[in-house]
């Protein structure tokens, strides 16, 4: 079997590859469509071209996921749906730009092309390489093999995206799960695999834009290159989980917010649906959204109207993964908060069970925990 896939693996990494390129791409144009509607094309501006790259795709990959999970859930998941769903959303997102074209260049702004600048970049790509070729390997992961793939395996046989009652995850927010069933759809395991892998080098490019605008390009590279090196972010990178997703959705609308402010323009539907991701991807995203809102309302005294703007749009992009939970399970974030939801989920017997902890000292130290232990 390891030899039949040593054989295969040139051409299904090609294939799987270009696949992704394909999807990217279209990510990228219907996300810049719908993002000029939102901030009435300021991200069609040539100078802007670099700070909206990473919303637009952002944007892209929720209206992908979105769509692909209505489809999914009412009409089936068949090549008909998909093919459908892939040319209207070209169609409309071509009428909206008007003939306006998408820059796909200008990404990064590197000016830097000193030896040690040099080396940090080609560790960099080292890294990347090494990750791709275990994002291509066969599936691995436990979460991956217990439901993240496994699930979508079932929504395949069974032609639909349904509630599997035998499972407690099946209600969970599943928009990066969306990305896992189009990708085994399409070709299998190793472009399932492969959408996990790139939200790798996306949030890498967040943390160079994030650290390029606080301190320099320089810092920004090592940035990049420390993060990489991070163990559970290197980890995660070749397996279909969904950490890195909610990485990029918790990077993203920050980078949104510091443009926003810089720029003294309101972005405040753009972040709004930008944090809507965070929250459509996993419970967490809860937690990391009310952060990020209460962090900007403290440091750029955001106003009330924008920070209602933004919560109303948050609502609107994951509320419904909520409400779906909350009518099946009568738990709106099943299987938790056990004692409040009239006894439906898990009792905090079962947390305790886990070897994490729940005082205070145990909730400082998590973060190491994670980093250090993947």
């Avoid at 074209?101 to 890294?127: E, M, P």
Wanted: aromatic share 16%; charged share 10%; glycine share 8%.
């Amino acid at each position: 079997m390891f030899i039949k896939y040593l054989s295969n693996f040139p051409l299904d990494a090609v294939q799987s590859g270009a696949l992704l390129a394909v999807f990217v791409s279209f990510f990228y144009f219907t996300g810049a469509a719908l993002v000029s509607v939102l901030t009435k094309a300021d991200n069609m501006r040539p100078e802007n071209t670099a700070d909206f790259f990473l919303p637009n795709t952002a944007v892209g990959i929720i209206l992908f996921g979105t769509l692909f999970f209505i489809a999914g859930s009412t009409a089936g998941v068949n090549a008909g749906n998909l093919l459908g769903m892939f040319a209207a959303s070209t169609l409309v997102s071509a009428v909206i730009m008007k003939g306006a074209g998408v820059r796909l260049f200008g990404i990064i702004s590197d000016t830097n092309s000193g030896q040690a600048a040099i080396f940090i970049k080609l560790s960099i790509l080292a890294i990347l390489s090494v990750s791709l070729v275990k994002a291509l390997a066969p599936p691995t992961g436990n979460d991956a093999m217990a439901y993240h793939l496994l699930h979508p395996m079932q929504y395949l046989d069974a032609h639909k995206i349904y509630d599997i009652q035998t499972d407690r995850e099946s209600l969970w927010p599943y928009l990066t799960e969306m990305l896992y069933t189009a990708g085994l759809y399409v070709k299998g395991f190793s472009l399932a695999k492969l959408f996990h892998w790139m939200f790798f080098p996306l949030c890498l490019a967040s943390v160079y834009r994030i650290a390029k605008d606080i301190h320099s390009e320089e810092s920004a590279w090592m940035a990049v290159l420390f993060s990489a090196l991070i163990p559970v972010v290197f980890n995660q990178s070749g397996v279909a989980y969904v950490d890195l997703s909610l990485a990029f959705y918790f990077l993203v609308p920050q980078i949104m917010l510091a443009y926003s402010v810089s720029a003294k323009r309101d972005y405040s539907i753009l972040i709004g649906v930008l944090l809507g991701g965070l929250l459509a991807i996993k419970y967490l995203g809860i937690g990391a959204c009310a952060s990020i809102v209460l962090a900007w309302w403290i440091v750029a005294r955001m106003r009330l109207k924008s920070i209602l703007t933004i919560s109303l749009w948050v609502i609107a992009v994951s509320g419904f993964w909520y409400v779906r939970s909350w009518l099946l399970r009568g738990n709106p974030v099943y299987p938790f908060f056990y004692e409040a939801f009239n006894g439906n989920g898990f009792p905090l017997t079962l947390r305790d069970s886990y070897e994490i902890g729940s005082g205070f000292y145990d909730y400082l130290i998590t973060p190491f925990r994670m980093t250090a232990f993947p």
